[in-house]
């Protein structure tokens, strides 16, 4: 690979860097190359380059350009430690969260736990429509309940991290330099998108080590969690850096105007009528018409890449929202008018399948007595409060009530010797619950999971069904997993699943910190978010369509900009829209609805 100019000069310089550039102008292979380059010629012996950044699917990205595009040798690669912020504030937190006063053992309280922390403080508000004063009392009161966990009980949530470490580095100077002799050179991916607390840790770190950051202004997606359009000043007045402008150099898809459409689409204004690598294509906007569309579009990418010969190819299907990654992944599943289904993996939103699986893992475990029943329900109303992460609806909210209700009236009913009314819910939840807990295990995990999880799926009780459909997205027990083991053993050890439930959890956490990632290959359906710092062969962006009665526009959901309103098509949106665009090496698709195309799309007053 030849190095161009700006990145030539940054494999020169010293001190501080800011390097910013276009999407694809190369900023993480050059960062990668500099730390190579540092790794073999400024490291003394336990110091190693740090690369931290927002996500594991960056991280993902990050480790697939160092093992599989620029090959960095073994020796150099041990001295590279790609991180999150969020794992390594977790392992400063443990060390020294004492010094702040955490209790001396921490937990992590993930976002599922954390949701049912916060669920009765949630369900005394109204779940739409907040009044201003309202908003701040609720988040008020929700960000004391999260200290209290903290402080009292050592639950940690992720918000939290920042802030604490913080406090840790600004209390001790002795412990800044600990990190800063450990990692004196820090780089930092995805630089436009810190936030408050996060910047607050960077300066501390940034009195001792190096810093790299890099940056692309446009690319900022995180204004609403406290990403600051002003952030990169603040660097540039904090640490004086040299600054390497890597522009619109576009190494990812060169040979087409991907990344042109994608500027036009910031600016908007549009250059050409038609550009190479981008098709634009509307749909009929109802639901089996929009899938069909969007699935005879990936037959025909998937044909391409594959026709191409390109090995390990891969193809991400882009969307809105949360919700509409499901009803894709569904449609592939499940595909209308007879077409044939797409194997995929879907980026979902975890907490319900995560507290789904707590309630499978505890159906394996033996039937020890009075309380296997009592704590089955405690984690059915986990899932409810749970599942809806923090938007909860008030639906599960009252389904979890409900199911707590019924079961209190059941107890009631058990120690006056009378039977529970014929109407109650648990009593199909039980007759459920009954036969999942007399079935023979083999003392295989994998086969064990599935026949608990298909007595849910064929039972008689809506919830555990809901439950069992949840776990589906799950792939915690491949072969050779770590849960899959340790489930193995547990059984070796015992004859039973002793301790299912507590070995599921514990998976989760580890989950949460695993950084090991293969590059993302096949069909891949995620949020637009979730997309930034990737790149695929090929891109498919899928938005919602307007629902129509009578002839009006009764709701408009799921769209690029919201409500496909021009009003709302602000610089979040279009640097949104930009982000996901560019993510493609070969050709982005944009599926549009018919009558109400994306206002963000070339009509044909401005192409
Ligand atoms: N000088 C170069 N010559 C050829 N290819 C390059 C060069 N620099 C980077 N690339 C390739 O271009 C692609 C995009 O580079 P990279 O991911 O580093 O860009 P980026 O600036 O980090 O992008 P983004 O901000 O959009 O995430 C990668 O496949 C990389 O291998």
């Excluded at 940056?215 to 640490?239: C, K, M, N, S, V």
């Excluded at 699935?295 to 190819?313: A, E, H, M, N, P």
């Excluded at 109407?423 to 003392?443: K, R």
Aim: hydrophobic share 40%; glycine share 6%.
């Amino acid at each position: 690979m030849n190095l161009t100019k700006g990145q030539t000069a940054i494999m020169q310089a010293d001190g501080h860097l800011l390097v910013t550039g276009g999407p694809g102008s190369g900023k993480t292979t050059i960062s990668i190359l500099k730390a190579s380059q540092i790794a073999s010629q400024n490291l003394l012996p336990g110091q190693k380059v740090l690369f931290l950044s927002f996500a594991r699917a960056t991280v993902s990205r990050v480790i697939e350009a160092i093992e599989y595009e620029q090959k960095i040798p073994k020796e150099q690669k041990s001295f590279i430690v790609v991180d999150t912020y969020h794992s390594f504030f977790w392992r400063i937190l443990k060390t020294y969260g004492y010094l702040i006063g955490l209790p001396r053992r921490i937990k992590v309280l993930t976002p599922p736990n954390e949701a049912i922390a916060l669920s009765v403080i949630r369900s005394a508000f109204p779940s739409r429509k907040l009044t201003d004063i309202q908003k701040l009392e609720k988040k008020n009161a929700e960000a004391a309940e999260l200290l209290r966990l903290a402080k009292e009980e050592g639950k940690v949530c992720f918000d939290l991290y920042a802030p604490n470490t913080y406090q840790i580095l600004q209390g001790s100077k002795r412990i800044c330099h600990l990190i800063a002799s450990r990692y004196p050179t820090i780089i930092l991916d995805e630089f436009q998108d810190t936030n408050a607390a996060q910047w607050s840790v960077v300066q501390k770190l940034g009195g001792g080590c190096r810093l790299l950051a890099l940056a692309d202004p446009e690319q900022r997606i995180y204004d609403w969690i406290g990403a600051d359009p002003a952030r990169l000043d603040h660097f540039r007045e904090t640490f004086i850096p040299i600054e390497v402008d890597l522009k619109d150099d576009n190494h990812r898809s060169g040979d087409t105007e991907i990344a042109m459409f994608g500027r036009d689409v910031l600016a908007g204004k549009f250059r050409k009528n038609a550009y190479n690598g981008i098709g634009i294509a509307p749909f009929t906007p109802s639901r089996d018409p929009a899938m069909t569309k969007l699935i005879t579009t990936v037959y025909s990418s998937r044909k391409r890449l594959i026709d191409q010969g390109i090995s390990g190819w891969s193809l991400a299907i882009l969307v809105p929202t949360k919700k509409m990654t499901r009803l894709v992944s569904e449609a592939f599943l499940q595909p209308p008018a007879k077409l044939t289904v797409i194997p995929h993996f879907a980026a979902i939103e975890m907490e319900a399948a995560i507290l789904g699986a707590e309630v499978i893992a505890l159906l394996m475990q033996p039937n020890s007595g009075t309380h296997h029943f009592e704590e089955f329900i405690d984690l059915m109303c986990n899932y409810f409060q749970g599942k809806g992460g923090d938007e909860p609806t008030q639906g599960a909210l009252q389904e979890a009530d409900k199911i707590r209700k019924n079961y209190d009236a059941w107890v009631d009913a058990h120690a006056k010797g009378k039977t529970l009314r014929k109407n109650s819910i648990l009593i199909n939840m039980h007759n459920v619950y009954e036969q999942a807990c007399s079935v023979a295990l083999t003392g295989d995990p994998d086969k064990d999971w599935v026949t608990i999880r298909g007595i849910l799926e064929k039972g008689t009780c809506p919830r555990l069904r809901e439950i069992s459909l949840e776990v589906r997205n799950l792939r915690l027990l491949q072969r050779g997993s770590q849960l899959r083991q340790e489930l193995s053993q547990d059984w070796l050890s015992h004859g039973v699943y002793l301790n299912a439930l507590e070995v599921v959890r514990r998976a989760f956490v580890q989950a949460h910190f695993d950084l090991r990632a293969k590059p993302e290959s096949g069909v891949v359906v995620m949020n637009m978010h979730k997309a930034k710092g990737k790149q695929f062969d090929e891109v498919i962006i899928f938005e919602g369509w307007p629902v129509q009665h009578k002839g009006q526009t009764v709701s408009n959901p799921d769209r690029i900009v919201r409500a496909n309103s021009i009003e709302q098509a602000n610089s979040q949106a279009r640097q949104n829209f930009c982000v996901s665009i560019t993510r493609s090496k070969r050709q982005t698709t944009i599926l549009t609805p018919k009558n109400d195309p994306c206002v963000l799309l070339p009509s044909n007053d401005n192409a």
